[in-house]
């Protein structure tokens, strides 16, 4: 039955609620930060992943970093290192932690220096130059490949020791640049714009071996980027190690992690030509002889269908009769199930039928009105004899009643009951309050005296 009592509290949120709500409201206000401090209790866990604290004198945070991110990373920092981290500020809604979601790290002293990558990446992005629209694609097999690197460096040599085993027939062409230092970058766009103009290569590759963040830099300055944005030669950026990423990467129409894998990509291998002309050969071979056997095959089979069409209808005949006698059992055996289930819902409605409930209720409500009856007469019954007794108790002990016995009630003039003899002195009068009525007297003596 519904008591009418509605819950007037506000809804409480459940953890897990409450936990999503937080995460929601601190990524939306935190998209990106970076934040400097002292690297504490790194974890290594066969994951990959990397989970440490970032602390300064008062306050600590945790963080994590996911193998995608610090695989990236040249040196793993080290415990108590002084770092800045980029990331995003979140909330690990299992544990209700609050921690950053780490994107990159570095030595607090590269500070600078990063911070210059990122301006520069985030503006020629927004400019469109890293949008993969604009990329153009690669020759499959190209016919002439250029290089802009330095012409004593290790990114040289590689390149041509890979071309020379994967495919020599390829001419190659070197425009030499320097790859470090002040001249370099635009030493760099002098030889893009070389390569550009001899119209011989149909890729250029360009890059440098390995070095430190300073030695590449030269490849993270806005006006190499902007020269192979506008080369209207494919390019391939292979820049220093795997963990190297330069601006150059995201400008190019192809990165590749080393000038190797540069050489290994936009080549052909002459070995995987001659595998593939011998496996299409055997394949041509095969594919020739099962396409004879499967013809035999088919007509042997065909000539076993050809059967007798007469045949062919006196079995679908008997086929329609078999179908016929099961939709004939379907339906009876429908019927049945139907009629028993028409009797138990007309079973289940009749014991649910309003006239029983009002029957009971009536019968229910009768026995409370008489247990009702009998309890309010019970009640009148005792606070009768309650009262009659009480009534004799209050007689018992009524003044009154004590008067009835021949005592007096005597009471001074202004109303003060006279309690001993020294109350009233000789020639005052008194009222004195018997059974039946009040008596007044004039005082002639008074004898306090004790008795």
């Known amino acids: 039955m519904d008591s009418g009592f509605q819950d007037s509290r506000?809804?409480?949120?459940?953890?897990?609620?409450?936990?999503?709500?937080?995460?929601?409201?601190?990524?939306?206000?935190?998209?990106?930060?970076?934040v400097e401090g002292e690297l504490s209790g790194l974890s290594r866990p066969p994951s990959g992943h990397w989970y440490f604290s970032l602390k300064d004198r008062r306050c600590q945070i945790r963080c994590a970093m996911f193998r995608g991110?610090?695989?990236?990373?040249?040196?793993?920092?080290?415990?108590?290192?002084?770092?800045?981290?980029?990331?995003?500020?979140?909330?690990?809604?299992?544990?209700?932690?609050?921690?950053?979601?780490?994107e990159h790290i570095e030595p607090a002293g590269l500070g600078a220096l990063q911070q210059a990558f990122e301006e520069l990446k985030r503006?020629?992005?927004?400019?469109?130059?890293?949008d993969a629209a604009r990329k153009k694609p690669l020759p499959t097999t190209p016919r002439h490949i250029g290089v802009v690197t330095s012409p004593t460096g290790a990114a040289i040599h590689d390149i041509l020791t890979v071309l020379a085993?994967?495919?020599?027939?390829?001419?190659?062409?070197?425009?030499?640049?320097?790859?470090?230092?002040?001249?370099?970058?635009a030493d760099i766009v002098r030889a893009i714009d070389r390569a550009a103009r001899h119209g011989v290569a149909d890729v250029l590759i360009i890059g440098r071996g390995g070095g430190s963040l300073e030695d590449l830099w030269c490849f993270n300055e806005e006006a190499v980027a902007r020269a192979i944005a506008q080369c209207p030669l494919p390019t391939v950026s292979a820049v220093g190690h795997e963990v190297d990423i330069t601006i150059a990467d995201f400008v190019a129409d192809l990165r590749a992690a080393t000038p190797s894998a540069a050489a290994e990509k936009i080549s052909p291998d002459q070995n995987d030509w001659l595998r593939q002309l011998k496996e299409k050969e055997l394949r041509l071979a095969g594919a020739a002889s099962r396409a004879l056997k499967r013809m035999e095959t088919k007509l042997e089979h065909l000539s076993a269908r050809l059967r007798?069409?007469?045949?062919?209808?006196?079995?679908?005949?008997?086929?329609?009769?078999?179908?016929?006698?099961?939709?004939?059992?379907?339906?009876?055996?429908?019927?049945?199930?139907?009629?028993?289930?028409?009797?138990h819902l007309e079973q289940r409605l009749a014991m649910q039928s309003p006239a029983k409930a009002l029957s009971d209720c009536q019968g229910t409500v009768s026995?409370?009105?008489?247990?009702?009856?009998?309890?309010?007469?019970?009640?009148?019954?005792?606070?009768?004899?309650?009262?009659?007794?009480?009534?004799?108790?209050?007689?018992?002990?009524?003044?009154?009643?004590?008067?009835?016995?021949?005592?007096?009630?005597?009471?001074?003039?202004?109303?003060?009951i006279v309690r001993r003899a020294g109350d009233v002195k000789p020639g005052e009068t008194i009222r004195a309050r018997v059974a039946d009525g009040e008596l007044s007297a004039n005082v002639i003596s008074v004898n306090s005296g004790d008795r």
């Open 10 to 34: 506000p809804r409480a949120l459940s953890v897990s609620e409450l936990n999503h709500q937080a995460r929601h409201l601190l990524e939306a206000s935190f998209m990106q930060v970076w």
């Open 69 to 102: 991110f610090n695989q990236h990373v040249r040196e793993v920092p080290k415990e108590g290192e002084q770092v800045r981290i980029r990331g995003k500020v979140t909330l690990y809604e299992n544990r209700g932690d609050f921690q950053i979601i780490v």
């Open 123 to 130: 503006k020629l992005q927004q400019e469109g130059l890293f």
């Open 165 to 185: 085993r994967r495919c020599p027939a390829i001419p190659v062409t070197l425009y030499p640049t320097a790859v470090q230092g002040k001249a370099a970058t």
């Open 308 to 343: 007798d069409p007469r045949r062919e209808l006196m079995e679908k005949a008997q086929r329609m009769d078999e179908l016929d006698l099961r939709l004939g059992k379907a339906i009876a055996q429908r019927i049945d199930r139907d009629r028993v289930r028409a009797a």
């Open 367 to 416: 026995q409370l009105i008489d247990r009702l009856l009998r309890a309010t007469r019970e009640t009148i019954n005792r606070r009768r004899e309650l009262l009659e007794h009480m009534g004799q108790t209050l007689h018992v002990v009524s003044p009154l009643a004590t008067l009835g016995r021949g005592y007096a009630i005597v009471q001074q003039e202004n109303g003060d």
